[in-house]
């Protein structure tokens, strides 16, 4: 009996066999899909690896140098990068030191815009005080009254005003507009002087007063010479001393 039944469990373990046959066959299958998936990706990735190697621009005449690429139009093949801009550009200018500005300044010649008056009738007040703790940034140049004053410079009459203490005044830029000159106390204008004017160096501007708070017997012309700001007001500045400038001739 026991033999018998031994007999006929063979047929039965066969079976297991070969069901557990055709599992390992699945697997396989699935193992062998899986490895010829991944070789399908790793020959996409080659291939794009490739084309983006073929991307950059050669020139076969200068043996694979990069060649120029033309702003006029579309570069199919031009890989994008950022912009690059150029430090200078970046970067305003600074303005000129008051050193450089009085230099270019000195270049401009200036003449004493009083009549008549010579270098060494001049007297550099510049630093004195006017009222309490006020310099005065300018110099006066006495003379009688009714002398002619006359522009220092080449340049345009910036404002014809009147005030307080300067009295009858003039400002006028030089041709730049990097600077401004000051005319004060005047007596009275030139005839038909106007704003916006252009003038010539050595025009006659107007003539030596006391208006404003000059002592009527103490005519002069108070000269002013200032570095203008980007903004270019005419009653903003910094102050140049002009005694330099007038009292000592250019080299």
Known sequence: MGEAG??????SVRRIDRRRVDRLRGRVRVIGLNFALGALVATALIARANRLDDLQL???????DPAPVSTSGPVTKELSSPAVIPRALAV???PPSMVES??????HDLRIPVEGIKRDALSDTFTDTRGIGRKHDAIDIMAPRGTEV???DDGTIAKLFTSIAGGLTIYQ????EAFSYYYAHLDHYASGLREHQAVERGQLLGYVGSTGNASASA???????SRLGPDKKWWKGEAINPYPLLATPNP
């Not at 005519?219 to 010479?225: A, N, Q, R």
């Open 6 to 11: 031994h007999a006929r469990g063979i047929p």
């Open 58 to 64: 050669v020139d076969p005449t200068t043996g694979g």
């Open 92 to 94: 305003q200018a600074a």
């Open 102 to 107: 009085i230099s270019s300044l000195r270049k």
């Open 150 to 152: 006359r522009a220092a």
């Open 173 to 176: 830029f030089d041709p730049t």
């Open 219 to 225: 005519p002069h012309l108070h000269f002013e010479i």
